[in-house]
């Protein structure tokens, strides 16, 4: 089929409470990762690759730096004369008020009566990964579902609005589970749906008249013993980000090169904001070991399994292990950082010492010196 009769929305605000301290200036979507990304490039990109040429972003707050990095969409070939990229503003909606995916979607009415295509694609963006949406459309239809939950199988996400499914040998879902389900291992959804738009729009409408907003509780959990509410298993590696620990170890692991390959792949690009800059400058006396480096970085120091983003500029004699240095930061010398997130244009002292754990990093807010 031609994916063009499929538009994509993406709602970078859900989850936002998995990284309040970070998600306090930006949407979660914008959160930068990997040392030159932000987590929107994920699901963007994967839209773009499977040949989506209409896109909306529905926002609800803090989406001034997500605006800034999306721009027009020229990046991931979405700044066009037709279609291409929406930013949808939070219209009439209060932080009271908004309630997830319902709220959002319930003043798209303009927006989906001028738009032609037929199926829906929703998707949030805590998940990294390298996902092929074509084979989610494409089960969607040949099962003649009325929604498609997209899931995977392994140890359940803690967050609280995790959906744990229970489905058939159709994968036809038989029951579904909110939060905390008392169980540690399953099936769980990964914020990824694909719907007709016309049942989206009655849907959403139905609800709002019940004063019911809650998209996974009020309309699948509600409706999947009288829907066709099928899952599709997503096979493709991914790294799901419920938790500034889990967010620090899905950075982590982009420093081995098998996980690097699989979310990095040549045949499905992931792309962002395009940005020239000079290469990274690495000092005589520095020393980078199993580390990303960005652009424009300076290296005068040591760094050990860390991810330097760009413009960040590391002193003599300064130390960085099991790091993450966001873009602009200074870390000056005979300072030493271990297990420590350094948020945009952070300031380190020098003979300054951080030391935090992998499973319970240290957290430096944007702006800050110390």
Same mark, same amino acid.
């Given at each position: 089929m031609s994916y063009t009769n499929v538009m994509g929305?993406?709602?970078?605000?859900?989850? %936002?409470?998995?990284?309040?301290?970070?998600?306090? /200036?930006?949407? +979660?979507?914008?959160?930068? =990762?990997? $040392?030159?990304?932000?987590?929107?490039? =994920?699901?963007?990109?994967?839209?773009?690759?499977?040949?989506?040429?209409? !896109? $909306? /972003?529905?926002t609800k707050s803090n989406y001034q730096s997500l605006m800034?990095?999306?721009?027009?969409? &020229?990046?991931?070939d979405l700044s066009r004369k037709n279609q291409g990229l929406y930013i949808l503003p939070p219209f009439g909606i209060t932080d009271e008020s908004?309630?997830?995916?319902?709220?959002?979607?319930?003043?798209?009415?303009?927006? =989906?009566?001028?738009?032609?295509? #037929?199926? /829906?694609?929703?998707?949030d963006c805590h998940v990294v990964g390298n996902i092929d949406y074509? @084979?989610?459309? #494409?089960?969607?239809?040949?099962?003649?579902? %009325?929604?498609?939950?997209?899931? *995977?199988?392994? /140890?359940?996400? *803690?967050?609280?609005?995790?959906?744990?499914?229970?489905?058939?040998? #159709? %994968?036809?879902?038989?029951d579904i589970a909110i939060g905390d389900s008392g169980e540690t291992t399953g099936k769980y959804a990964i914020g990824l749906y694909v719907i007709a738009k016309a049942l989206l729009r009655q849907l959403v409408h139905s609800a709002v008249s019940r004063n019911q907003m809650h998209f996974e509780r009020d309309i699948l959990q509600r409706n999947v013993q009288d829907m066709r509410i099928f899952g599709y298993e997503v096979t493709e590696k991914t790294l799901m980000i419920s938790s500034l620990a889990s967010y620090f170890a899905a950075n982590m692991?982009? +420093?081995?090169?098998?996980?690097?390959? &699989?979310?990095?792949?040549?045949?499905?690009?992931?792309?962002? &904001?395009?940005? #020239?800059?000079?290469?990274?400058i690495y000092g005589l006396k520095s020393s980078v070991s199993n580390s990303l480096v960005a652009d424009g970085a300076v290296i005068e120091g040591s760094v050990k399994n860390s991810i330097i983003f760009r413009d960040v500029k590391i002193g003599e004699n300064a130390r960085i292990e099991n790091?993450?240095?966001? *873009?602009?930061?200074?870390?000056?010398?005979?300072?030493?950082?271990?297990? !420590?997130?350094? %948020? @945009?244009?952070?300031?380190?002292?020098?003979?300054?010492?951080?030391?935090?754990?992998e499973s319970y990093p240290i957290f430096i807010e944007k702006g800050a010196t110390v």
């Open positions: 929305l993406i709602f970078p605000n859900m989850h %936002d409470e998995t990284l309040r301290d970070m998600t306090s /200036v930006r949407a +979660l979507g914008s959160v930068p =990762f990997g $040392g030159r990304y932000r987590l929107i490039d =994920f699901t963007l990109s994967n839209m773009v690759n499977m040949g989506v040429s209409k !896109v $909306g /972003v529905i800034d990095h999306l721009g027009s969409g &020229k990046a991931w908004y309630a997830g995916r319902i709220a959002g979607l319930a003043t798209l009415d303009a927006f =989906f009566s001028n738009s032609k295509e #037929d199926y /829906v694609l929703l998707s074509e @084979k989610i459309v #494409d089960a969607h239809i040949a099962s003649g579902a %009325d929604i498609t939950v997209a899931y *995977q199988t392994g /140890v359940i996400p *803690q967050l609280d609005s995790t959906l744990v499914l229970s489905t058939g040998l #159709d %994968d036809r879902i038989a692991a982009l +420093l081995d090169p098998e996980t690097r390959a &699989k979310i990095f792949r040549t045949d499905r690009r992931i792309y962002t &904001k395009v940005r #020239d800059c000079c290469p990274a790091c993450i240095v966001m *873009q602009g930061t200074i870390v000056s010398g005979s300072s030493t950082l271990g297990s !420590v997130i350094l %948020d @945009k244009d952070v300031w380190i002292k020098e003979n300054r010492t951080l030391q935090g754990f």
